[in-house]
């Protein structure tokens, strides 16, 4: 089997092991507890600048149960005195609209932990991508992401319909996008604003663009909060679609652990190769749905225009 040029079996050869100068440190930590989130977060070592700290999750769609559960992360969003932050999506459901996303909000219980902000409710606005960047213009994001001085990225690190898996990178740039944004990721630049044939076979974008529109995005994000940004994934609950599918693939691959980053290519590269290189036999459908969807393509790109890096170090944390 052959991912992007890449074998699975030199893959796994080199699991830390990539093209890069300087390693990026990536913690682990196995137990997947709210005491090993703040754990985790705490061996970073980067101290939270600033008095407004948005808290970047997926509220995840009505119907779906794989999200991230508020009992998990409410000891760390309080430690952190963070606004739980999100944006509107671009394809209807359950978080179309502020008012039903806000129904979605209460019923998964996230507004009984933290304040809830929808970043794009009143509005949205544009910030620059990277240079280098080929596919977008610019990055159309919520307008009060604006309003916040320092970022957590905590994602769901799970499979994705489109983009193969859904992690840091996904969350950054899909997931800070408005609903407007959202559709410009996904055209690859063609529609700024959602249009009824934005999800249309011919203006949505090709495979491979659509990963490097992602990266892009997700670079504008990490370029505006510079060093005002840490990353951590939670990898559990491992089905090969989104928490954005209101019916998702049930998991099939034992949860693994929770990861934190100052770097966003090095913290999804870490995931993908623990699911790669994992020995649970049922990571199999989930190898096969990053491999179909091209979707390392993604860390190849953002590393390409300085987004992060894909050469790590594995710290475990005790």
């Given at each position: 089997?052959?991912?992007?040029?890449?074998?699975?079996?030199?893959?796994?050869?080199?699991?830390?092991s990539h093209v890069n100068e300087a390693k990026a440190k990536v913690y682990f930590v196995e137990d997947i507890t709210p005491e090993s989130l703040i754990k985790v977060y705490k061996a970073l070592g980067r101290e939270i600048k600033g008095k407004k700290v948005a808290v970047k999750i997926?509220?995840?769609?009505?119907?779906?149960?794989?999200?991230?559960?508020?009992?998990?992360?409410?000891?760390?969003?309080?430690?952190?005195?963070?606004?739980?932050?999100?944006?509107?999506?671009?394809?209807?459901?359950?978080?179309?609209?502020?008012?039903?996303?806000?129904?979605?909000?209460?019923?998964?219980?996230?507004?009984?932990?933290?304040?809830?902000?929808?970043?794009?409710?009143?509005?949205?606005?544009?910030?620059?991508?990277?240079?280098?960047?080929?596919?977008?213009?610019?990055?159309?994001?919520?307008?009060?992401?604006?309003?916040?001085?320092?970022?957590?990225?905590?994602?769901?690190?799970?499979?994705?319909?489109?983009?193969?898996?859904?992690?840091?990178?996904?969350?950054?740039?899909?997931?800070?996008?408005?609903?407007?944004?959202?559709?410009?990721?996904?055209?690859?630049?063609?529609?700024?604003?959602?249009?009824?044939?934005?999800?249309?076979?011919?203006?949505?974008?090709?495979?491979?663009?659509?990963?490097?529109?992602?990266?892009?995005?997700?670079?504008?994000?990490?370029?505006?909060?510079?060093?005002?940004?840490?990353?951590?994934?939670?990898?559990?609950?491992?089905?090969?679609?989104?928490?954005?599918?209101?019916?998702?693939?049930?998991?099939?691959?034992?949860?693994?652990?929770?990861?934190?980053?100052?770097?966003?290519?090095?913290?999804?590269?870490?995931?993908?190769?623990?699911?790669f290189n994992s020995n649970d036999p049922g990571n199999r459908d989930l190898v096969e749905r990053i491999v179909s969807r091209h979707g390392t393509r993604i860390l190849y790109w953002a590393q390409k225009i300085n987004v992060g890096s894909r050469d790590y170090e594995l710290v475990h944390?005790?």
């Amino acid at each position: 089997m052959v991912l992007l040029g890449v074998s699975l079996s030199s893959m796994a050869q080199n699991v830390a092991s990539h093209v890069n100068e300087a390693k990026a440190k990536v913690y682990f930590v196995e137990d997947i507890t709210p005491e090993s989130l703040i754990k985790v977060y705490k061996a970073l070592g980067r101290e939270i600048k600033g008095k407004k700290v948005a808290v970047k999750i997926s509220t995840g769609e009505q119907g779906g149960n794989n999200y991230l559960k508020p009992q998990l992360i409410k000891d760390f969003v309080k430690s952190v005195k963070g606004v739980i932050v999100e944006c509107n999506t671009a394809y209807g459901g359950s978080r179309g609209t502020t008012s039903d996303h806000r129904k979605t909000i209460a019923n998964h219980g996230f507004d009984k932990i933290a304040k809830v902000d929808i970043m794009d409710e009143f509005g949205e606005t544009m910030i620059p991508v990277p240079d280098g960047s080929k596919v977008l213009k610019t990055d159309i994001v919520g307008q009060s992401m604006l309003d916040y001085d320092f970022m957590v990225v905590l994602s769901h690190f799970k499979g994705h319909a489109m983009g193969g898996f859904g992690g840091a990178l996904k969350n950054l740039s899909i997931g800070c996008a408005s609903t407007n944004g959202k559709a410009y990721i996904h055209t690859g630049g063609k529609d700024r604003e959602l249009q009824s044939d934005s999800w249309s076979k011919e203006k949505l974008a090709g495979i491979d663009e659509f990963k490097d529109a992602m990266a892009e995005a997700a670079g504008a994000v990490v370029n505006h909060f510079g060093d005002r940004i840490i990353y951590i994934n939670v990898i559990n609950n491992l089905s090969v679609d989104c928490d954005c599918d209101s019916h998702p693939a049930e998991p099939k691959m034992k949860n693994v652990g929770i990861v934190a980053s100052t770097d966003p290519v090095a913290i999804d590269q870490a995931c993908v190769d623990m699911v790669f290189n994992s020995n649970d036999p049922g990571n199999r459908d989930l190898v096969e749905r990053i491999v179909s969807r091209h979707g390392t393509r993604i860390l190849y790109w953002a590393q390409k225009i300085n987004v992060g890096s894909r050469d790590y170090e594995l710290v475990h944390v005790k």
